[in-house]
């Protein structure tokens, strides 16, 4: 049982490329997130997905796409990376309401 | 929407001594209070959680304590180690369709000094 496993787990770009981030959960959870977290910023929400074939926008939406491919799956692409968006990129999923979110182990990733 | 402010940013303690951390939460409908620790370099983990229903809750050494009337919930740590040590968040969620949003305390760096 890996729980939610994020490809790659760390990646440099330069300014204006594209890449697609991956997460899937083997867990059978219904909602996933993305999240960012920077210095002192905490972790902020960037897209959900409550369930299978939706997704709304988080606290910081900018920049970013997001697919929830299936029930396991839920990608983050980024179309024209920029510095500002150097950040550890992390998914979570959850079962239910009032459950907690469990967390992958991230993706680093620098754009110069 | 929810708004989490967590206090000290940072918590230098001795081993053995005990370290509490303090969120405040601006929706009273919030129900759902959970703490993450993340060690550096890891994923944040799940340590406690509490809802709304309940005042205290207590799993060995660490205790979570809720206060509705005030908006604030606190972490316990008693004889805190040296792998203690780490950043811990509170959240909180709001319930029905406000509850796939969690949102995070800007965290608590604890160091625990052998």
């Known amino acids: 049982n890996a729980g939610v496993t994020q490809t790659p787990k760390f990646q440099v770009l330069k300014t204006g490329q594209s890449m697609t981030l991956q997460c899937a959960q083997d867990?059978?959870?219904?909602?996933m997130y993305w999240y960012r977290q920077d210095p002192g910023m905490g972790l902020r929400l960037i897209y959900y997905?409550?369930?299978?074939?939706?997704?709304d926008k988080g606290e910081v939406p900018n920049g970013y796409n997001v697919s929830r491919l299936n029930k396991r799956e839920f990608s983050l692409r980024l179309e024209s990376a920029a510095p500002s968006q150097t950040s550890v990129y992390f998914c979570?999923?959850?079962?239910?309401?009032?459950?907690?979110?469990?967390f992958g182990d991230g993706t680093r990733l620098s754009i110069l | 929407g929810e708004n989490v402010e967590q206090h000290p940013s940072t918590l230098s303690v001795q081993e053995g001594d005990s370290a509490v951390i303090k969120c405040t939460y601006s929706?009273?409908?919030?129900?759902?209070f959970p703490w993450y620790k993340q060690e550096l370099g890891k994923r944040p983990q799940l340590i406690i959680d509490?809802?709304?229903?309940?005042g205290e809750k207590k799993d060995q050494r660490i205790a979570v304590t809720l206060n509705k009337t005030a908006k604030h919930f606190s972490l316990h740590i008693t004889e805190t180690q040296p792998e203690d040590s780490a950043v811990y968040f509170c959240?909180?969620?709001?319930?029905?369709?406000?509850?796939?949003?969690?949102?995070f305390g800007k965290g608590t760096k604890l160091s625990v000094i052998p």
């Open positions: 979570a999923s959850r079962d239910r309401n009032n459950q907690p979110q469990h």
């Open positions: 867990m059978n959870h219904n909602s």
């Open positions: 997905s409550a369930s299978e074939g939706t997704t």
């Open positions: 929706d009273s409908a919030s129900n759902y």
């Open positions: 509490i809802r709304s229903n309940v």
């Open positions: 959240a909180a969620t709001l319930p029905g369709a406000g509850s796939y949003q969690l949102t």
